[in-house]
């Protein structure tokens, strides 16, 4: 069982729309962070979220943490071509000391 | 410059020939780890250590060896590679394993295949 699913697994778009991207859960989760993959290359932090209904801005990109802690999503307004790339939601579980768990990420492809 | 470096890169064995991935960072964290990233089951955690000595199993272990002599380097060991170790993968480090300060910083991966 995953513990983080993570929604939709592929989305192609048009330059210019907007999109979210789901991160669910039904576990509790201390913080969860959100990073961008480029191929050949590791992932990289985009943003850590730590309250319930938190809401983070990054330029065109917006993220909000669940009110439970149970849930993310990442918003892209106006999405370009620099934004193609693997998106992957981690969280670290409430009262866990071993890490961050992975969604299996969403692959996102922004055609000119 | 602040970073994680992996060696080697690419790497094409064969089955049963024992390897070693290397890691080093130069961030001063305590907290390092390993994962593996296939298609369709993303990253998942091999090893990690929260630090010098102290190493723990993570979600896959198996056929895997790590160490944590010092701070700075967390060797993956693979003793007898076989070909579902075919995979790509990361080294990380972190100064805590977990909230705001545990923003982990992955190195550029190592692509293994084993024949």
């Known amino acids: 069982t995953q513990l983080l699913e993570q929604s939709p697994q592929f989305l192609s778009i048009q330059e210019g729309e907007n999109l979210t991207v789901y991160c669910n859960s039904s576990?509790?989760?201390?913080?969860l962070q959100w990073y961008r993959q480029e191929p050949g290359e590791g992932p990289v932090l985009l943003v850590t979220?730590?309250?319930?209904?938190e809401v983070k801005k990054l330029k065109r990109l917006t993220f909000q943490f669940g009110d439970a802690r149970k849930d993310s999503s990442l918003h892209i307004t106006a999405a370009q071509p620099g934004d193609t790339g693997l998106y992957l939601c981690?969280?670290?579980?409430?009262?866990?000391?071993?890490?961050?768990?992975f969604g299996k990420g969403t692959h996102l492809i922004i055609q000119p | 410059e602040a970073q994680v470096t992996q060696n080697p890169r690419y790497l094409i064995t064969v089955t049963g020939k024992k390897l070693t991935v290397t890691c080093s960072q130069n961030m001063n964290h305590e907290y390092m780890s390993w994962y593996r990233q296939d298609p369709g089951l993303g990253l998942r955690q091999i090893y990690y250590s929260m630090n010098v000595e102290v190493t723990d199993k993570g979600d896959v272990p198996e056929g895997y060896k790590v160490s944590r002599k010092e701070k700075r380097n967390f060797p993956l060991i693979l003793e007898s590679p076989s070909p579902n170790q075919t995979s790509l993968y990361f080294c990380?480090?972190?100064?805590?394993?977990?909230?705001?300060?545990?923003?982990?910083?992955f190195g550029e991966g190592s692509r293994l295949t084993v024949l």
């Open positions: 576990s509790v989760f201390s913080s």
């Open positions: 990380a480090s972190s100064l805590s394993p977990s909230g705001v300060s545990g923003e982990l910083f």
């Open positions: 981690a969280g670290a579980l409430e009262g866990g000391a071993d890490g961050l768990t």
């Open positions: 979220v730590v309250t319930g209904g």
